[in-house]
């Protein structure tokens, strides 16, 4: 099956700094999902983006699905923002199954 | 409709129970995921419902692990003679599909300790 990979594993940022978390997959995709995790394990669904560029706040996305890779971009973080970022990704071939990364633990220091 | 919702919260159980999880998905939501999440690692696909049918279930679901979805509408997901390796938390996510938004709305999960 697919395979995800996200780096970097454990990212530390002070409060208000930009940061950018990548995302590879190792297959064409037609499903690619960033989720926030927060500390209370509630998964939060950020962007749908399969392809192209999203904004939503202080936060965007990139994917590039021709190279096979997706950037979350995190601009002027806040310590709400702490908590561990999923990439997830669908095969163009697969009907359902959603393969998520190990996930970025992210933590906002004040 | 406010969400997905996953009942209980958590659960408590000595090895060799069954136990039962509840899920109601985002109503006008056909589909309907089931993962499971151990500590340091992302959500792993256990089984998929589009509308009542079963479509697909992952090797990780043994023969001890059922899901269903009657009518279409929640879905529960039993585990019967409970291991210590099944305590996990286990996610419940609804959608939409096929020519609309595909993104995934999870519930709160249910955690499941087996002692």
């Known amino acids: 099956g697919i395979q995800v990979e996200q780096s970097p594993p454990d990212l530390i940022l002070q409060e208000g700094a930009n940061s950018t978390l990548r995302c590879n997959f190792s297959?064409?995709?037609?499903?690619l999902q960033w989720f926030h995790q927060n500390p209370w394990g509630q998964l939060i669904n950020l962007f749908y983006i399969p392809s192209g560029t999203k904004q939503n706040g202080r936060l965007s996305a990139t994917t590039v699905a021709t190279e096979r890779y997706s950037l979350l971009y995190i601009s002027s973080s806040q310590t709400t923002d702490s908590g561990v970022y999923f990439c997830?990704?669908?095969?163009?071939?697969?009907?359902?199954?959603?393969?998520f990364g190990k996930g970025i633990t992210l933590s906002v220091r004040p | 409709d406010t969400g997905v919702s996953q009942d209980p919260r958590h659960k408590i159980t000595k090895r060799g129970q069954n136990v039962t999880f509840r899920c109601d998905p985002i109503?006008?939501?056909?589909?309907l995921y089931w993962y499971r999440q151990t500590l340091g690692q992302g959500p792993e696909f256990l089984t998929y419902?589009?509308?009542?049918?079963?479509?697909?279930k992952s090797r990780l679901l043994s023969d001890r692990f059922s899901a269903e979805r009657p009518k279409g509408s929640f879905s529960t997901l039993e585990i019967q003679r409970t291991e210590q390796g099944d305590s996990a938390m286990y996610l419940c996510a609804s959608s939409s599909g096929p020519r609309v938004y595909y993104g995934y709305t999870f519930g709160s999960g249910t955690r499941l300790t087996v002692v």
């Open positions: 109503s006008e939501h056909n589909r």
């Open positions: 297959d064409s995709v037609n499903n």
């Open positions: 997830a990704a669908r095969t163009t071939g697969a009907n359902s199954k959603l393969t």
């Open positions: 419902f589009q509308n009542e049918a079963q479509l697909e």
